[in-house]
Structures are given as structure tokens and as C-alpha cells.
Nanobody, 115 residues
Framework: VQLQASGGGLVQPGGSLRLSCAAS????????IGWFRQAPGKARERVSC????????YYAESVKGRFTISRDNAKKMVSLQMNSLKTEDTGVYYC?????????WGEGTQVTVSS
């Protein structure tokens, strides 16, 4: 599975960014896809993910109510709308997919929230 992320950048606190990830190479239509992030000096953490079949969503507590994940199964794309961004949202965001117990990672995209 190949994952190509885009959409990172620099934004002021309270601003918004949208991340997108294009996937290819899935062997079936059943998979989970989403985003992890890693802040400087911290472990990588799961931010949000969505299942391809029933659309079940997961959000980390720290982003609930601010981030929204969506998917386009036909295009094999997932997006993360990030609103009301905080300085603590700064980090490298990685697109992640899991299918049949196998994890795939895209290259990270930097998100910096700073005034």
C-alpha cells in the first residue's frame, strides 16, 4: 500500500488546515485509514482513523470536536479537517493504513501552529 499525504503548513492558533491522503495498492475494499502525529520529543500518537466499510470513526480525546475525518472510498482518499488549531497540535502528521493486520505509512507532512 502506498500513501501520499498533502496539506500541511503553518497556521496561527485558532486557524484551520486540511490534510489529504491518497492511497493505492489495497488488496480489498476493507481497511482502516487515518492519521498519526508526532510532536518533537514525543511518541507518535493516533489522531483519527476511519474504517472503509461502515465508516466507524476514532478521534483522540485531544482533537474531539475540532477535527473531522472523512473518506472517499471510490478515490481511496482520506481527509482530515482540522479546525481551532492549537499550538499543541504542532507536529509531523503521518497517513496510516491497516489492512489484514499489515500497517502502511506515508511520508509525514509538517503542521506548525504558531503565532
Amino acid at each position: 500500500v502506498q500513501l501520499q499525504a498533502s496539506g500541511g503548513g503553518l497556521v496561527q492558533p485558532g486557524g484551520s488546515l486540511r490534510l489529504s491522503c491518497a492511497a493505492s495498492g489495497f488488496t480489498s475494499d476493507y481497511y482502516n485509514i487515518g492519521w498519526f502525529r508526532q510532536a518533537p520529543g514525543k511518541a507518535r500518537e493516533r489522531v483519527s482513523c476511519i474504517s472503509s466499510d461502515d465508516g466507524t470513526r476514532y478521534y483522540a480525546e485531544s482533537v474531539k470536536g475540532r477535527f473531522t475525518i472523512s473518506r472517499d472510498n471510490a478515490k481511496k482518499m482520506v481527509s482530515l479537517q482540522m479546525n481551532s488549531l492549537k499550538t499543541e497540535d504542532t507536529g509531523v502528521y503521518y497517513c496510516h493504513a491497516r489492512q489484514s493486520g499489515i500497517d502502511s505509512w506515508g511520508e509525514g507532512t509538517q503542521v506548525t501552529v504558531s503565532s
